[in-house]
């Protein structure tokens, strides 16, 4: 029923209201240090005076304006946080090369800003390209903590006239910490229970928005789809898109109609506009919505206009918009050959009823839960027991690697919905992608060279093969990007060189950084409880949840498809 009431406002582009929100939400710098006092609150959002729910803002505003910078700058956050609960904040996609400490994984790299507190990131752009900034503190991305980073590149390789940067937004009427209770009963019944999924488009509403164009302009269009947990899938009817970048690595320039932006990913695709302002046209972001088991309702169709006159008429114009640019059709112009792997790690992603008697998602059976020490800060103190996964504690799932080794992921995701991964610290070669079943493979060989990224979007029943070398000391978290996964526990953590951790990053933590763990009773040595010892762990179960699986789900969709069609129609 809600789902008609949504068409009003989100499946529709009649409406003639003319809002140029777009570039003037985006503040622009262009020195060498950005400086940012942001307070982080609760703001009321009313979404397009349909309903009202609080966001999670930055300095009373939603959605938060994003930051724009050019390669070289440093960018310094005083992030002042007003909040109920403790925050943090990640630079997704930004190496913090020798700043692990800035990364801002709440009880990984840092204890979280305590309520009322405070804490200054210092971050190091110098790389260019289109990336993010959000909480790393529990769901909190979900509820709003997020916004746009683009660094441009004073050297840029493309010619284009003028840039658009357009994130594609999930955003939900119920609070997250409401809907990760649905997403981990363990009654299909309830945890299928359908929710609506709106999508902000830009900013706005996406019938609202207005992609302006000049005839004969060429746009840089910055996609960024920094939701919480569903797939967009972006195309322009009657232009033709050349995507150029994915995940800040600049790529050969690639034709298509279509491009499909997972959760946390970002691509830039250079459109051409028409000569003539004769016809207005419509651009499509498409929400796919696999995992809510809504089939009538995947994917959830939103379109916008592009505007050439106010005045002209819409042309409708469909081409062959679905089609999808995979990720092993890509190379990266920066020709790196593809890396000889010295060390594997395979991740098997299962989901199902734990003992706990919950639903909770894992790799390799081990659902994650947090520490009572942050991860680095073990890694830092431990001393030679660093070199031991037990010191970090079972359910962090830390695997340990060698400076400079290559190391290669294998996940394979056995769920029926896809996932998108995400590796902190580093960008990864696409090897392999395939179908772990039917052994359906795509394969680079040794002559290419794979295509990077920092968020890999891997099928439902399908597994990738990715490669990076660890040459960036520190704690790193490889995740499901989908917020609601990572609070049911997929997630690991590389622990990557602790000997440089201790000999590079150690004595470069700011004294505040002690001070917020200090203000939360969380102490800033120890094992992975904050013993001394690494055997000291004891139970394992004192981390909770017990991570003891009951029964997993099939990498089949579950036969709750007829009764959540009957809800809808009924
Ligand atoms: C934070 O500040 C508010 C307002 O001054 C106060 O009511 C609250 O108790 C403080 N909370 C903590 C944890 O210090
Ligand atoms: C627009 O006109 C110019 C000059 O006539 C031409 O070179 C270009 O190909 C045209 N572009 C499109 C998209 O038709
Ligand atoms: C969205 O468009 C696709 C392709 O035209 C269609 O298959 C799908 O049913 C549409 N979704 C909805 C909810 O109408
Ligand atoms: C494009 O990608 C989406 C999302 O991953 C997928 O659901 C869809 O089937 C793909 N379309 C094609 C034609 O491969
Ligand atoms: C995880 O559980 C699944 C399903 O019970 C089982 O097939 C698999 O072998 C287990 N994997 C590991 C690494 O224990
Ligand atoms: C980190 O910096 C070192 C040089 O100090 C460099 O060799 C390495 O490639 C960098 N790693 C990343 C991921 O940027
Ligand atoms: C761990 O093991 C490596 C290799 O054996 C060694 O070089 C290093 O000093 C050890 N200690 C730490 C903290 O990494
Ligand atoms: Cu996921």
Same mark, same amino acid.
């Given at each position: 029923?809600?789902?008609?009431?949504?068409?009003?406002?989100?499946?529709?582009?009649?409406?003639?209201?003319?809002?140029?929100?777009?570039?003037?939400?985006?503040?622009?710098?262009?020195?060498?240090?950005?400086?940012?006092?942001?307070?982080?609150?609760?703001?009321?959002?009313?979404?397009?005076?349909?309903?009202?729910?609080?966001?999670?803002?930055?300095?009373?505003?939603?959605?938060?304006?994003?930051?724009?910078?050019?390669?070289?700058?440093?960018?310094?956050?005083?992030?002042?946080?007003?909040?109920?609960?403790?925050?943090?904040?990640?630079?997704?996609?930004?190496?913090?090369?020798?700043?692990?400490?800035?990364?801002?994984?709440?009880?990984?790299?840092?204890?979280?800003?305590?309520?009322?507190?405070?804490?200054?990131?210092?971050?190091?752009?110098?790389?260019?390209?289109?990336?993010?900034?959000?909480?790393?503190?529990?769901?909190?991305?979900?509820?709003?903590?997020?916004?746009?980073?683009?660094?441009?590149?004073?050297?840029?390789?493309?010619?284009?006239?003028?840039?658009?940067?357009?994130?594609?937004?999930?955003?939900?009427?119920?609070?997250?910490?409401? !809907?990760?209770?649905?997403?981990? @009963? *363990?009654?299909?019944?309830?945890?299928?229970?359908?929710?609506? &999924?709106? %999508?902000? $488009?830009?900013?706005?509403?996406?019938?609202?928005?207005?992609?302006?164009?000049?005839?004969?302009?060429?746009?840089?269009?910055?996609?960024?789809?920094?939701?919480?947990?569903?797939?967009?899938?972006?195309?322009?009817?009657?232009?033709?898109?050349?995507?150029?970048?994915?995940?800040?690595?600049?790529?050969?320039?690639?034709?298509?109609?279509?491009?499909?932006?997972?959760?946390?990913?970002?691509?830039?695709?250079?459109?051409?506009?028409?000569?003539?302002?004769?016809?207005?046209?419509?651009?499509?972001?498409?929400?796919?919505?696999?995992? !809510?088991?809504?089939?009538?309702? @995947? *994917?959830?169709?939103?379109?916008?206009?592009?505007?050439?006159? &106010?005045? %002209?008429? $819409?042309?409708?114009?469909?081409?062959?918009?679905?089609?999808?640019?995979?990720?092993?059709?890509?190379?990266?112009?920066?020709?790196?050959?593809?890396?000889?792997?010295?060390?594997?790690?395979?991740?098997?992603?299962?989901?199902?009823?734990?003992?706990?008697?919950?639903?909770?998602?894992?790799?390799?059976?081990?659902?994650?839960?947090?520490?009572?020490?942050?991860?680095?800060?073990?890694?830092?103190?431990?001393?030679?027991?660093?070199?031991?996964?037990?010191?970090?504690?079972?359910?962090?799932?830390?695997?340990?690697?060698?400076?400079?080794?290559?190391?290669?992921?294998?996940?394979?995701?056995?769920?029926?919905?896809?996932?998108?991964?995400?590796?902190?610290?580093?960008?990864?070669?696409?090897?392999?992608?395939?179908?772990?079943?039917?052994?359906?493979?795509?394969?680079?060989?040794?002559?290419?060279?794979?295509?990077?990224?920092?968020?890999?979007?891997?099928?439902?029943?399908?597994?990738?093969?990715?490669?990076?070398?660890?040459?960036?000391?520190?704690?790193?978290?490889?995740?499901?990007?989908?917020?609601?996964?990572?609070?049911?526990?997929?997630?690991?953590?590389?622990?990557?060189?602790?000997?440089?951790?201790?000999?590079?990053?150690?004595?470069?933590?700011?004294?505040?950084?002690?001070?917020?763990?200090?203000?939360?009773?969380?102490?800033?040595?120890?094992?992975?409880?904050?013993?001394?010892?690494?055997?000291?762990?004891?139970?394992?179960?004192?981390?909770?949840?017990?991570?003891?699986?009951?029964?997993?789900?099939?990498?089949?969709?579950?036969?709750?498809?007829?009764?959540?069609?009957?809800?809808?129609?009924?």
């Amino acid at each position: 029923m809600h789902i008609l009431l949504a068409e009003r406002c989100f499946f529709g582009s009649s409406t003639k209201l003319v809002l140029l929100l777009v570039l003037g939400l985006w503040c622009v710098a262009h020195a060498a240090t950005i400086e940012l006092n942001w307070d982080i609150e609760y703001v009321d959002y009313s979404m397009e005076g349909m309903f009202t729910r609080k966001a999670i803002g930055i300095n009373g505003q939603w959605p938060i304006p994003g930051v724009v910078a050019t390669k070289g700058d440093t960018l310094i956050i005083h992030a002042t946080n007003k909040l109920k609960e403790p925050t943090s904040l990640h630079s997704h996609g930004i190496f913090q090369n020798g700043t692990n400490f800035y990364d801002g994984a709440a009880m990984v790299t840092e204890c979280g800003i305590p309520m009322n507190g405070s804490f200054t990131y210092v971050v190091n752009l110098n790389q260019a390209g289109t990336y993010w900034i959000h909480s790393h503190f529990k769901s909190q991305t979900a509820d709003g903590l997020r916004t746009t980073l683009v660094i441009r590149d004073p050297d840029e390789v493309y010619k284009y006239d003028d840039e658009i940067i357009l994130p594609l937004e999930d955003w939900f009427r119920e609070p997250a910490k409401t !809907l990760i209770k649905q997403f981990n @009963n *363990p009654d299909p019944h309830i945890r299928f229970k359908p929710i609506v &999924p709106y %999508a902000i $488009i830009g900013g706005t509403c996406s019938s609202k928005k207005r992609l302006n164009f000049a005839p004969g302009k060429t746009y840089r269009i910055r996609l960024l789809n920094i939701g919480a947990s569903f797939d967009f899938h972006f195309s322009m009817e009657a232009h033709t898109l050349r995507l150029i970048e994915v995940d800040g690595v600049m790529v050969k320039e690639r034709t298509t109609h279509g491009v499909t932006v997972g959760t946390g990913q970002r691509a830039s695709v250079l459109v051409t506009a028409l000569n003539t302002t004769d016809n207005n046209y419509i651009f499509h972001a498409d929400m796919y919505t696999d995992l !809510l088991q809504m089939p009538r309702y @995947n *994917p959830l169709n939103f379109t916008g206009t592009i505007e050439y006159s &106010p005045s %002209a008429k $819409i042309k409708r114009e469909r081409s062959a918009m679905w089609m999808n640019v995979s990720d092993l059709d890509l190379e990266p112009l920066d020709a790196e050959p593809m890396l000889e792997a010295d060390q594997i790690v395979t991740l098997d992603a299962y989901s199902g009823i734990f003992s706990d008697q919950s639903f909770r998602h894992s790799f390799n059976n081990v659902t994650y839960a947090v520490p009572q020490i942050p991860t680095l800060l073990t890694a830092m103190t431990m001393g030679d027991y660093a070199n031991r996964t037990e010191v970090y504690g079972k359910q962090t799932d830390t695997h340990i690697l060698k400076h400079l080794d290559v190391v290669q992921i294998v996940v394979n995701n056995h769920d029926y919905y896809s996932h998108p991964f995400h590796l902190h610290g580093h960008v990864f070669q696409i090897i392999e992608t395939g179908d772990i079943r039917s052994k359906e493979r795509r394969v680079k060989t040794a002559l290419d060279t794979p295509v990077k990224r920092d968020t890999v979007v891997i099928g439902g029943g399908h597994y990738a093969i990715l490669r990076f070398r660890a040459d960036n000391p520190g704690v790193w978290l490889f995740h499901c990007h989908i917020d609601f996964h990572i609070m049911l526990g997929l997630q690991m953590t590389f622990v990557e060189a602790p000997d440089k951790i201790q000999s590079r990053l150690k004595h470069k933590v700011p004294d505040a950084y002690r001070e917020n763990c200090v203000a939360q009773g969380i102490k800033t040595t120890g094992n992975a409880l904050g013993g001394s010892e690494v055997m000291d762990l004891g139970d394992q179960d004192q981390l909770n949840p017990s991570p003891y699986p009951d029964q997993f789900e099939s990498a089949d969709p579950p036969s709750g498809w007829m009764l959540i069609s009957y809800i809808l129609q009924g």
